[in-house]
């Protein structure tokens, strides 16, 4: 263990405080209570103290003739104020510092700063998608002045640049702050960004012949204080106060980032990152962030389906799944496989871990995704909750090792029977023909392909932000998604879908809601004993010690 | 505290009342004798008779959307009439002005701007929230409908009625 760290005393506004040796003096006001606005600084970036919004008043300990502070009436240091406004964003605190925050040179400083930075600003509010949650707006509405004094013609510089193939600029409404050049350096490892020409001439532009085209560009998106740099997707598709935020995690990865899902309506706007200095710091990659507009897809499956002569025909939920339970009653053990999916939550698994035990069958895999991971965030494999399909048995240690056997035995006609959760059997291998040679094929499934049009029952299911259940990431950690949007249709959440099933071959086993599942596997797995869907929190809880070689690399924070 | 209220003396023809029930009698026989004979009129026959030319200049009647003296749609989909209409009347689908259009400078526009007359309330909070003068309450009142989709006002029809507005801010004139 380290040495416990030193406290310092430091005063705001008249008030002793102790805090750790190291915090920044913008940082320590912050705990204390007292905000200070700023633009440029960023708790995850080097401070560069450019904007000078975080001006404050500082002053240190005054020291007699024997270089010892002077005492005051209380017993605490009498604090020489240095004339000149300070920034507080990049200095540490120190011994008998003091700060003042809100004195009438801090307020005029602030004012004065906010004049300046809305000199050459541009009028755009009303159609700048930054408009609600900007930095500039809120500021000027508390530290600025109604009206312009200044009356010559403002600085034109280049709007709507294609700064990458997901980053739109306007130049106009950039502050200089340099968080997104700072983010790209420093975090991305990508240095692209950089500002030209001087004085009120300065744009932020791409580095000759660089585009700004990293997979983690839209960061730089959600950190720029004001509407310059914009997402081309999100772009004038819905203003920001009308979004309801839903905290929840993203699904197209292992590391399984934390986000925020912004949606109205039912439709899902944008995805964001969520701090957790455990899982993603405060970033998210594109790829992940974008990679939710499936779920607003007019294909989505919206009925359930039974196969009649005449091809698939919409039923009420409860034909669908008696018809489903006959046709799994039908088959021996071993003539029956389960295709599930590692994208399916710890609850899902549970239950269809229950339903291949109930079936008896040894033929039950998951189908792997990998891709490459880079140093940042993303994890080579693709799939959310690849650790859960193990910890319930659905998978072995080598995740789609068995699916070459089944792939084998569907086509050699031995596996007559198949159950697929949330995947394409088309991507495992096996040709339409085969599909067509099973007796039974029931499928749980969001968006059609292939296999959902081969099947004998059609069960509609969930997209990820329209269900509440928990995933472990590569890291073993538990986390929760929660539910932001309603699925379309007479679609159901997947757990209660194979739940059905279950009671289809088991009778009624007393789970109605997904709580209950949860506490079950609380019961059972030693791994989470003592937990709840409530203690899992925001931040989801660590379940195996980390290990050192477990990838991907955490960003650095 | 209490308070003593000095009450009027009341002379003795006061006291039996008669003499003002015939003076208020005498008022209701006037305005009798008024309308018989024409001299006074209260009811208008509407719908043959309009009462247009007698709108104050501040009557709320539909909100419309304005285009100024150079063509230009004026809204460009911010927003926040949506957002302020208590009934939520309103519904907006923004779009982006391609780059070739002469009014490349404002980049938004509404693609679709729909007002469902069956939940306004005539409030006029769009007109005063609107920052870019493009929403107005113009004077028409008998707006009707045989079905619930008639009475949403698309884009089209508001334009139809709200028409030309001359005199107004042009903050995205080419020099500002
Ligand atoms: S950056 Fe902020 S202040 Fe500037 S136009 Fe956009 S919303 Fe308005
Ligand atoms: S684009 Fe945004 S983040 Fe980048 S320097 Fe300008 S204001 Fe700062
Ligand atoms: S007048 Fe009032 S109710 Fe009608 S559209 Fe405008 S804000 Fe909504
Ligand atoms: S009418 Fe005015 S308030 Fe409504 S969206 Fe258009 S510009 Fe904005």
Redesign the interface.
Known sequence: MSAPTELLNVQIDGVWYQFKKGTRVIEACAQAGKFIPHYCYHPKLSSPGNCRMCLIEMGMPKTGPDRKPELGADGKPVISWIPRPQISCAQDITEGMGVRTDSSLVRECRHGVMEFLLINHP?D???CDQ?GECHLQEYSVEYGTAGSRFLE??VKKP??VELGPRVTLDDERCILCSRCIRFMKEIAHDDVLGFASRGSHTYLTAHPGKRLDSNYSLNTVDICPVGALTSTDF???M?V??LKETKSICTSCATGCNTIVGSRENVIYRQTPRENDAVNSAWMCDYGRLNIHYVNSPDRLKFPQVREAQGLANVSWKTALAKAGEELKQFQRNSVAVVASAKMTNEELWLTKKLIDSLGTVYHDVVPRAGQADQLLMSADRNPNTLGAQLFGITSEYPGSKLREMTEKIASGEIRAVVALGEDLTQIGLAESDLKKLTALIVVGILPNETTRNASVLLPACAFSEKRGTMINIKGRLQRLNHATLAPGEARDDWEIIRDLLQQLTGSNGIYLIDDVFKEIAETIPEMTGLSFGRIGDHGVQLVEESEDAQPVAMTV | MAYTISRPKLNFAEKVYLPAIITGLGITIRHFINIVTGKTKVTMQYPEEKWDKKLPPYYRGAPTLVKDEYGRERCVACQLCEFICPPRAITIHAGEIPEKDRWRKVEKFPKEFEIDMIRCIYCGLCEEVCPEQAIFLRKDYAITGLTRQEMVHNKEKLYELGGVMTGLVYKWNDKK
């Open positions: 009028l509010c009303p159609i408009a013609e403002k709007k709507r772009r004038f598709k203003r106060w009308f």
